[in-house]
């Protein structure tokens, strides 16, 4: 296997070592996105799960900045993010919308000041590149712990909550009338997708962060029948696009303008998106809960769309 | 603070302003604040893509917005409307990342197209802007009346025989094109933040919708004025103060609703009855 790696990424340059740490971690970013996605997409979620993404790249930028572990940066500024969105309205489906959108406005402000400052301290040109891209090979051994660690956390609350969480995503009034505490439920998923959208902004960047938690999500859930399947699928989907992208990546080494690779980035988006578009030519409904769950996802939209009348 | 290149920079703030308050009044109505802020940040990877062929950024970013707002539009009616958009606002920043990958200079170009260089604009930048600007400013006052029924009352304007399919690709394109050809001045980044935080907060401090812009318009003023004074003396960057001072003026008009909602409560009772009527 080693060897295998090493051919995958210039040798000498990167020995196997960081590369099995970008495809072990990797693979745990798209499995962890896959299943938290596929709640993003039946919540609705979906601009809120990309905000916390820069929200939280903002946060390692200031890390960064102040010499502190990179890592908790992200963590704290993700988690933080959640809170003020919750804080401000993110539980009225009408302000959600807004509400988000602020929190990322306010943030993506912080991320200019704190790239400012970096390049007055040193000589980190690349940094607005890497903040919105990442770099899957600059992931310290040493923080591989508690990557896996929170990816866990995630997936622990995610599948403690995941009855309770379908049942208020679907009918937040049947829900409440059986006395399940909506907006507890949701402050709980939001930090689960602040930390999963934390974790992989960390190890890939908010680009690709975003990819992966709605792409195979909203693939999956298009074709599987089941939420828990298309938990599964999802995950699939995000680790197949995930290796995929890397192997592409080191063979475009061969590629026109020669001599230069392709970013990683690149591939696993059109991956992603490819198996989106694809799974529109095949879209089985023979099941009754497939619909539930499709119908679902269509009915969002009218109310929101309804949300416009003056406040 | 108000001489030569200083004056060019007031000129194009204040109308990229105007175009700001204009368009997110509308975005946050029809609850687009997604669509509007992946549409100018995709729209990033046509300037780098017409940098690489060595063509004017220009049309990198009016094929790259409109082409997103179409993709927005069409992936949009299978399914939902902020899957559609997460998933175009990935890919056009994917084909970015390419594109930047091949350039020599990516580091700057990115820093520049992602949080703007108003400090440094030229006079041949200011006539397209005020062009565009008066352009989208037109287009949106000439459908004015149907867009507002549209986006406050979709089931009543498809009663109406106002298409509202047609409203939202009409309203996504002119915001597309509008907001991205600003990138180069203010960038992607502080574009957005102008566009929802003086709106929103707008919201709050009146119901009618004609008032509601222009207030929309005169707090996105006020933020980049302030911005801009405050980033020339500190040399900050203006992205960081428009971020933070339109997410102060949100909170105010937050705040006014709660002091609203606590105690004038009759008023607050008149004014859902006239929405229920």
């Known amino acids: 296997m080693g060897h295998f790696f090493s051919y995958i990424v210039e040798p000498g340059l990167l020995s196997s070592g960081p590369v099995r740490t970008a495809l072990l971690v ?4 798209a499995v962890t996105s896959g299943v938290v996605g596929v709640l993003t997409v039946i919540r609705g979620q979906s601009f809120a799960g990309h905000s916390l993404a820069d929200v939280a790249t903002t946060g390692g930028a200031g890390a960064f900045l102040a010499g502190l572990n990179q890592f908790w940066g992200f963590l704290i500024a993700g988690v933080a993010g959640a809170a003020i969105m919750e804080l401000i309205g993110v539980q009225r489906r009408r302000g959600r919308d807004v509400a988000t959108g602020v929190v990322l406005g306010a943030a993506l402000g912080g991320a200019a000041l704190f790239l400012y400052l970096g390049t007055q301290t040193s000589s980190t040109t690349g940094a607005s590149f890497t903040i919105l891209f990442g770099s899957m090979f600059v992931i310290s051994p040493d923080t591989v712990p508690a990557l896996i660690a929170s990816g866990v956390v995630a997936l622990a609350v995610i599948a403690v909550l995941s009855r309770v969480l379908l049942l208020t995503s679907l009918s937040p009034e049947l829900a409440a009338a059986r006395g399940v505490p909506v907006r507890a439920v949701g402050i709980a998923y939001l930090v689960a997708l602040a930390v999963a959208v934390s974790l992989s902004a960390v190890v890939i960047g908010a680009v690709l962060s975003t990819a992966l938690l709605i792409g195979p999500a909203a693939t999956s859930l298009r074709v599987a029948k089941r939420p828990s399947r298309a938990m599964l699928a999802a995950a699939l989907i995000g680790t197949a696009a995930t290796w995929l992208g890397i192997l592409l990546a080191y063979d475009s080494y061969y590629w026109p303008p020669a001599g230069h690779g392709w970013p990683v980035s690149f591939f ?3 991956l992603v998106v490819v ?11 023979r099941d009754r809960r497939a619909r539930v769950a499709g119908q679902a996802q269509e009915e969002a939209p009218t109310q929101e769309a309804g949300a416009c009348s003056p406040a | 603070m108000f001489s030569g290149l200083m004056l060019n920079t007031w000129i194009a703030a204040t109308i990229v302003a105007v175009i700001a308050g204009v368009m997110g009044f509308f975005a946050v109505l029809r609850g687009q ?11 990033f990877a046509g300037a780098a893509g017409a940098g690489l062929l060595g063509l004017n950024v220009i049309w990198g970013l009016a094929v790259f917005a409109v082409a997103g707002a179409l993709g927005i539009g069409a992936l949009g009616r299978r399914a939902r409307q902020d899957v559609a958009t997460a998933l175009m606002l990935v890919l056009m920043l994917g084909i970015g990342a390419l594109f930047v990958s091949f350039s020599t200079e990516y580091a700057e170009v990115t820093y520049s197209l992602l949080f703007g260089e108003v400090f440094g604009v030229g006079s041949n930048v200011l006539l397209p802007i005020v062009a565009l600007g008066a352009v989208s400013v037109a287009v949106i006052a000439l459908m004015y009346r149907p867009l507002l029924l549209a986006s406050a009352l979709p089931e009543i304007a498809d009663a109406r025989g106002v298409s509202t399919r047609r409203m939202e690709l009409s309203f996504l394109i002119v915001m597309a094109l509008a907001t991205s050809m600003t990138v180069p001045v203010v960038g992607a980044l502080l574009m957005f933040a102008l566009m929802i935080g003086p709106a929103a907060a707008a919201r709050s401090f009146t119901k009618r919708p004609g008032q509601a812009i222009a207030l929309s318009v005169g707090i996105a003023l006020a933020t980049v004025w302030i911005g801009i004074a405050v980033s020339y003396h500190t040399n900050w960057p203006l992205g960081f103060f428009v971020g933070v001072i339109a997410a102060g003026f949100f909170l105010l008009g937050q705040g006014w609703g709660a002091v609203r909602r606590h105690w004038w409560v009759p008023r607050q009772a008149s004014a859902v009855g006239a929405v229920a009527v």
């Open chain 1, 26 to 29: 990797g693979t745990v970013v």
């Open chain 1, 268 to 270: 696993v988006v059109a």
């Open chain 1, 275 to 285: 198996g989106y578009l694809l799974s529109y030519v095949r879209r089985p409904r």
């Open chain 2, 33 to 43: 604040s997604f669509a509007a802020h992946a549409i100018p940040n995709g729209a």
